[in-house]
């Protein structure tokens, strides 16, 4: 029996890994190592790419040192926009590096070079506690009389259907999914329009006024200045 149809056998499953990395051989390396084991490797070498293409990755390999800017500050970046989870690996080995890649939202932190068989078991270690440690997503929202079906993508308010627009529904239940929270603007974004970028803010506003109209529940959602939004309720 093969290490792939071993693995499968105990109940593993392939995961969509992101690498980014800018270094042709180690990236060749652990895309090779990966695939060995059923994984499914996507490799980018620049940090710009990791933050538009995250949302196909169930985990993300982040080299720090990359030709568009520190891993860092993409670390940063992507944590303001999503929750995969995210090993950092790096030739820089101070513990200074370490603890700002841990406070910044790194799941876990390896120093090159490293055994194959230590990644492996790293990245299989981070998704088992994320996906343990995760709530099921709600499949209805309700708020008071307002009932919000996130998978039949139906909105009433009382018994009245509210019809909304596939961008209006998207705003709504990016921040549905996580009523009373705050949200941050960014991740909002990346939800509904598939990257964080600040010239969709314009257009994110003007989808929030007409969403509020609609649903004609005064402080149902609540502007939270210069961070993002918050559903009440």
Not at 23 to 38: M, N, P, Q
Not at 132 to 150: K, M, N
Not at 192 to 220: E, I, W
């Amino acid at each position: 029996m093969s290490v792939q149809q071993q693995r499968l056998a105990n109940g593993s499953r392939a995961l969509r890994v992101l690498l980014v990395e800018d270094d042709d051989i180690f990236a060749e390396s652990v895309a090779k190592a990966l695939t060995r084991l059923g994984h499914r490797p996507t490799r980018v070498s620049h940090g710009g790419d990791a933050v538009v293409r995250h949302r196909d990755a169930d985990v993300v390999l982040l080299d720090l040192l990359l030709p568009d800017g520190h891993g860092l500050d993409v670390l940063r970046e992507l944590r303001g926009v999503t929750e995969v989870p995210i090993l950092v690996l790096t030739a820089i080995g101070d513990d200074r590096t370490l603890v700002r890649a841990l406070h910044s939202g790194a799941d876990d932190y390896l120093v090159k070079p490293f055994r194959e068989d230590v990644l492996l078991a790293r990245i299989e270690a981070v998704v088992r506690r994320i996906q343990f440690s995760a709530q099921p997503p709600a499949r209805v929202v309700e708020v008071g009389d307002l009932r919000i079906d996130l998978e039949a993508r139906r909105v009433t308010a009382g018994d009245e259907e509210v019809v909304l627009t596939g961008m209006e529904f998207d705003v709504l239940a990016a921040l549905a999914r996580r009523r009373g929270t705050a949200v941050k603007r960014e991740r909002v974004l990346d939800e509904v329009y598939g990257d964080a970028s600040r010239t969709r803010t314009h257009s994110l506003g003007v989808h929030l006024t007409s969403l509020r109209r609609k649903l004609n529940r005064p402080g149902l959602i609540v502007t939270l200045h210069g961070f993002g939004y918050r559903l009440e309720g």
